[in-house]
Structures are given as structure tokens and as C-alpha cells.
């Protein structure tokens, strides 16, 4: 079956501007991860839904950082008045909870300009 | 918290060789360990896993053995090949959910 789907892969914003970054789990996972990756570094945690709610959101780094997953499938991070600092790779994973392994998608890069 | 140390890298093998990648953890509870592995121009994949204390898990030739005594989830493979060349992150996860990796290790095997 199909597996997890982010858009869009690539990503470049102003300095200031709203970015939206969306996330199709597979079907059937309850659980969704954002992770975020740096150059040379491992995917650092952001947040974590269970169903339809954060279960997790101790890696969110400050309040212009908000996710949402309204039906329990597909879920966008959202990010208010971008920063050269918010460029990385965003990385969506899903799986079936607990300590199951994750099912990573490719990552949006995102370049704040 | 939660943490995973990895090997440095890059390690740079000739084909057939041994390969050890280390790894090391600190955790509350008792975790699962994985290994993920990511190839060039792929995203992450699960390469094995291990969910308690002295399981072995093992895949596409690779193992690691789950040490609780020594926190050490070591990633080996007896005869690398060039198809192995990739970025390999190990991870932990416990029942709150979230994984938490290492930095990873870049592997490159040469003909």
C-alpha cells in the first residue's frame, strides 16, 4: 500500500512568512510523529498525535510552532512568522502506536530565506 | 531524558569488510532499540529492531544485540557490500511514544 506522503518536498520562504507543511500517514496508523532533521544531525522530536490529539508536544521549540491532525489521518504543521533558524528537513513518520517502528515519509525541506 | 550516542562517522569500508557502528543509550524505563537506515535520495527506513534485553535483531544480513548491562545496541554486519553505503541512525522508543535517535553514522563502501 501506499506509504506516508508529505508535500510539498521542497519548500522556499521569506523570512516572516506562514508555512504550511502537510502529512498523509498510512492508513490505519494511529499514531503521528514530526520530527525535524538538520544537516548532519539525527531527526529531533517535535511532536506527537494519537488519534485526533497531541499526545506529545514537548519538542514543539517555541509558540509560533502548532500542529493539527482534525480527523485522525492527516496531519499540517504550521509555522507563524518563519525564521532563518526554521530551516531543516521535516520529517512526518506514523505508526501503530506504542513502541511500534516508525514508517518515515521523505521530509519537506524547507529554506527560509 | 532519553538520549542515544552513535559512532562517530564517516567510516569508509572496501567491500567484504566487517562493519561495527556503536551505539549506546540512556533511558527511564525499558525501551525498545532500533536501527534506521537511509539511503541515498530515500527517507528513513526501520533496518531492524529489538524489544528487550538480550534479543538480537537482524535483517538484510546487519544484527544488533539488545545489552541492557553495557546500554549498547551495536549494529554489525560480517561482509559489507557496496549496496550498504548510507546513513544509519540508531533509535530508542518507550511506551510514551516518541523516538528519540542518534546523530547517525555515514557509511560509504568502495569496490
Known amino acids: 500500500g501506499a506509504g506516508v506522503s508529505q508535500t510539498p518536498s521542497n519548500k522556499v520562504t521569506e523570512k516572516g512568512k506562514y508555512v504550511e507543511l502537510r502529512c498523509d500517514p498510512i492508513s490505519g496508523h494511529t499514531a503521528l510523529y514530526w520530527y525535524r532533521q538538520s544537516l548532519g544531525q539525527g531527526p529531533e522530536f517535535l511532536i506527537y498525535f494519537q488519534g485526533t490529539g497531541a499526545a506529545d508536544d514537548s519538542g514543539l521549540p517555541n509558540d509560533r510552532f502548532f500542529a493539527v491532525r482534525p480527523e485522525g489521518s492527516v496531519s499540517t504543521l504550521k509555522i507563524q512568522r518563519t525564521e532563518r533558524g526554521d530551516s531543516a528537513v521535516y520529517l512526518c513518520?506514523?505508526?501503530?502506536?506504542?513502541?511500534?517502528?516508525?514508517?518515515f515519509g521523505n521530509g519537506t525541506r524547507l529554506t527560509v530565506t | 531524558g532519553n538520549s542515544v550516542t552513535q559512532m562517530e562517522g564517516p567510516v569508509t569500508l572496501s567491500e567484504e569488510a566487517f562493519l561495527t557502528i556503536n551505539c549506546t543509550y540512556t533511558?527511564?524505563?525499558?525501551?525498545?532499540l532500533f536501527w534506521y537506515v537511509q539511503y541515498p535520495g530515500e527517507g528513513l527506513q526501520l533496518l531492524l529492531k529489538a524489544t528487550k534485553a538480550d534479543d538480537k535483531g537482524s535483517n538484510k544480513g546487519f544484527e544488533a544485540t539488545y545489552r541492557k548491562e553495557t546500554t549498547s545496541f551495536h549494529l554489525e554486519k560480517g561482509s559489507v557490500q557496496v549496496s550498504d553505503s548510507a546513513v544509519y541512525f540508531c533509535?530508542?522508543?518507550?511506551?510514551?511514544?516518541?523516538?528519540?535517535f542518534g546523530d547517525g553514522t555515514t557509511l560509504t563502501v568502495k569496490p
Open positions: 533511558a527511564t524505563g525499558y525501551p525498545s
Open positions: 513518520a506514523s505508526s501503530m502506536g506504542g513502541n511500534s517502528p516508525l514508517h
Open positions: 533509535a530508542l522508543s518507550t511506551n510514551a511514544g516518541k523516538s528519540t
